[in-house]
């Protein structure tokens, strides 16, 4: 019985929390046409969330590039399969990687930052603040947010595939001594389109994942700086729990 | 005081958080143009009662009247409406850190005006020098002290000309000679724009030096609300006890601290 009151209160809070996103999602898109459109502010936003994450970004792409070589050359090599490891390597990150780990590494970075400074603003007054100035916190502090977010995850998700496939060309032509030729070819023959597309469109939906997430949890901080820890960490975790399971969802609608 | 325009009037407002019964059936009337101060106990409700005069709060029961109209029965966007008719100047300043001093002056005229910039930062440098500061547009929140945020905190609820200006704590954490001059301020501020003003205090001599009317908050209701000469003399023991800084020796705990 316990067990089961105990799932039932989890259940109860999760499905609370997920009908408050839903809310702040709906709010956002009643306020995107509205004026006054804040330019600047939202240029902070796409500066904050897209170019100071570059560096991050590039960094988990070169090194995802590069360890997929390892793995995918010790599994193809097998059955002779070396000529493979180009598209195993491009496909990888396009469609899985590329998108994931650039959601998570954001996630990680920004959306943090995004509770947390969410977060001090509502315990310090500054959301009531806003109201009391008949500006709606949601407007003003979400919308650009979640805007900035699903444009610039998907731009870092192909600078991130971009940097991995040129990771996994290093260490699969220069460390491990594939030929280039078959390399590239073999890449190019089996990777399309539509693979990288797939992966944009997850990269766009994750991006509002982890705004929503991100934005709902700093305007639920209380309390004081405990507090913003706290919606601080729910944040991060939520967001990547998010991230994953939509993975899954839509790698399974998208085949 | 039956003769004078009621610019907000509280009628039989009940707000409790969970189960912890904060207002339990308050009244009160605010005189158009008149200083109100609310004086009461730390915790005693006075931040949620003032919340409730622009909405930020909505009462469980009751009704909030801001010149006649019920702000219970409001959409959102006339909730908005009303709220540009106040100025609110929250205990810590609340601005803006993210911002600097100007912008955060700035801030309600960008967001309710299609004025150009230039006029803008006109009104800015006007709005600060009326609460004794300048040449600090630059500087940003965390710079400054606690009492120049709170100069600054008014500049920017004066910034749209409200009606009716409300402040919550205003000398709270000043020093003595901040606290007079912050007094005087809000003195002059109101006589020289002649707007309706709402204080929330525990600070007796603040309260007698500016109060038109005292009432004072207690136990979820206001029991006196009659200008300061009166007040002082009430014969109410929890107004005396106030007043004379006895502690109190009926123990409430329904009575949490909320702010």
């Known amino acids: 019985m316990f067990i089961l009151s105990a799932l039932g209160r989890v259940t109860g809070r999760l499905l609370q929390e997920m009908g408050g996103m839903a809310v702040l999602l709906g709010q956002s898109l009643l306020y995107l046409p509205r004026r006054p459109y804040r330019w600047r502010y939202f240029f902070r936003q796409l500066e904050f969330i897209g170019v100071n994450s570059l560096f991050i970004v590039i960094l988990t792409g070169l090194f995802t590039g590069m360890v997929l070589a390892l793995q995918a050359y010790y599994g193809l090599r097998k059955f002779g399969g070396e000529s493979m490891l180009g598209a195993g390597v491009a496909l990888s990150m396009t469609r899985e990687l590329g998108p994931v780990l650039t959601a998570l590494m954001v996630a990680a970075r920004a959306g943090s930052a995004m509770a947390a400074e969410l977060g001090t603003m509502k315990v310090t007054e500054q959301v009531d603040a806003l109201l009391a100035m008949a500006v709606h916190p949601v407007h003003y502090l979400a919308l650009p947010r979640l805007l900035a977010s699903v444009i610039m995850v998907p731009l870092l998700t192909v600078i991130s595939v971009f940097i991995g496939i040129v990771g996994g060309y290093f260490v699969g032509v220069i460390l491990l001594g594939v030929n280039p030729g078959t390399y590239m070819q073999k890449m190019l023959e089996v990777v399309t389109a539509d693979d990288l597309y797939n992966g944009l469109y997850k990269s766009v939906v994750f991006g509002l994942l982890l705004a929503v997430i991100s934005c709902y949890e700093g305007l639920q901080a209380k309390g004081g700086a405990e507090g913003v820890g706290l919606v601080t960490t729910r944040a991060v975790v939520l967001s990547a729990i998010a991230i994953l399971i939509f993975d899954y969802i839509m790698t399974a609608m998208l085949f | ?259």
């Open chain 2, 1 to 259: 005081m039956t003769d004078k325009r009621h610019i907000i009037r509280l009628e039989q407002v009940y707000k409790s958080f969970n189960g912890l019964k904060v207002l339990r059936g308050l009244d009160l009337v605010i005189p158009q143009g008149e200083i109100t101060v609310i004086l009461g106990r730390s915790g005693g409700g006075k931040s949620v009662l003032l919340k409730h005069f622009l909405g930020l709060l909505l009462p469980d029961q009751g009704h909030v009247l801001v010149d006649g109209q019920n702000l219970v029965a409001l959409a959102e966007r006339q909730l908005f409406q009303v709220r540009k008719r106040f100025g609110y100047l929250f205990q810590n300043g609340a601005l803006f850190d993210s911002l600097t001093v100007g912008e955060n002056v700035a801030f309600p005229l960008q967001e309710h005006t299609n004025w150009r910039w230039t006029k803008i930062k006109a009104v800015v440098e006007e709005k600060l020098q009326q609460v004794g500061l300048q040449g600090i547009t630059e500087k940003m929140p965390g710079e400054l002290s606690g009492g120049m945020r709170k100069r600054v905190a008014l500049a920017r609820a004066l910034a749209l000309d409200p009606e009716i200006l409300l402040f919550d704590e205003p000398t709270t954490g000043l020093d003595p000679i901040m606290t007079t001059t912050i007094g005087d301020l809000i003195a002059t501020t109101v006589r020289r724009l002649q707007v309706t003003a709402v204080i929330i205090s525990h600070d007796l001599s603040l309260a007698f030096s500016l109060a038109d009317t005292i009432a004072f908050l207690h136990r979820g209701r206001i029991i006196a609300h009659t200008d300061p000469e009166s007040f002082r003399n009430s014969p109410l023991e929890p107004i005396q006890q106030f007043i004379a800084g006895r502690p109190d020796t009926t123990v409430d705990n329904t009575q949490k601290d909320e702010d």
